[in-house]
């Protein structure tokens, strides 16, 4: 599959290399494949490598604008900060995402106030349902939003059963979505459907969660789990 992976961090370096890994044609997207390539460093901080260190490592993953990324996918990924996809996703262009699955992954985090962040995006909205509006052709599935980018690609990290949400309002789309999860080692009956693209909302309220769990085990290899009756 020809998958566009939107995002040049931890999150887009670790998907874009698991699925090149799994044999899909990916390209990763930026706003200046130049500008990204320059840079000596992550705009992350430590533990994230420049990209260009990275690509070196990767070098059938290609590297293309958002639009030029968009344009041959099949699949869109958006692995960009939260408070980023919305532009990056107008960069990519309407026509180039007409008809296609966005998988959102990011979260709506604001550190204008430290760590830990708040959300931008909470309650009666979620960043993947403003991504649908914003693109009302483009088919938005959220997903593996709520965990560690290296749970998101090797869920046998984590020992035991755990859970990954699946949400929109396309069925088919969703199906896609659960095929690219089976791949990464989600099995079918970890893979939680929660509806439609609504339910998102409650995913994304999860990070709040997730980093106090993180700050108290002091890493982010752990996930969620249902236990049921």
């Known amino acids: 599959m020809k998958i566009a992976v939107l995002g040049t961090g931890m999150v887009g370096q670790t998907l874009a290399g698991r699925l090149a890994a799994l044999g899909h044609q990916v390209t990763v997207g930026t706003r200046d494949p130049e500008a990204t390539l320059a840079r ?13 260190s990275w690509q070196a490592e990767h070098p059938a993953v290609r590297l ?9 996918a099949e699949l869109i990924i958006n692995a ?10 107008a960069s990519a262009g309407p026509a180039n995402l007409d008809g296609k699955v966005i998988l959102d992954v990011a979260n709506s985090l604001d550190f204008s106030r430290g760590f830990p962040p708040s959300l931008s995006v909470v309650n009666t909205d979620s960043l993947a349902e403003q991504i649908q509006r914003a693109h009302p052709t483009a088919r938005v599935v959220k997903s593996l939003n709520t965990m560690n980018c ?11 059963e755990h859970v990954v949400f699946v949400s929109g309002d396309d069925s088919d789309a ?42 108290k085990l002091g890493s982010g290899d752990f996930n969620f789990a249902i236990a049921r009756v």
Request: no cysteine; net charge negative.
């Open 150 to 160: 290296r749970v998101m690609v090797d869920p046998a990290r984590v020992p035991g």
């Open 64 to 72: 293309a604008t958002f639009g030029a990324a968009a344009e041959q």
């Open 40 to 52: 000596a460093a992550s705009p992350e901080g430590a533990g994230t490598p420049a990209y260009s």
């Open 80 to 89: 960009t900060a939260g408070g980023a996809s919305l532009q990056a996703l």
């Open 174 to 215: 969703k199906a896609t979505v659960a095929g690219v999860l089976g791949e990464l080692g989600w099995a079918p009956g970890a893979i939680w459907d929660l509806g439609g693209l609504s339910t998102a909302r409650g995913a994304e309220m999860l990070m709040p969660v997730w980093l106090s769990i993180m700050q």
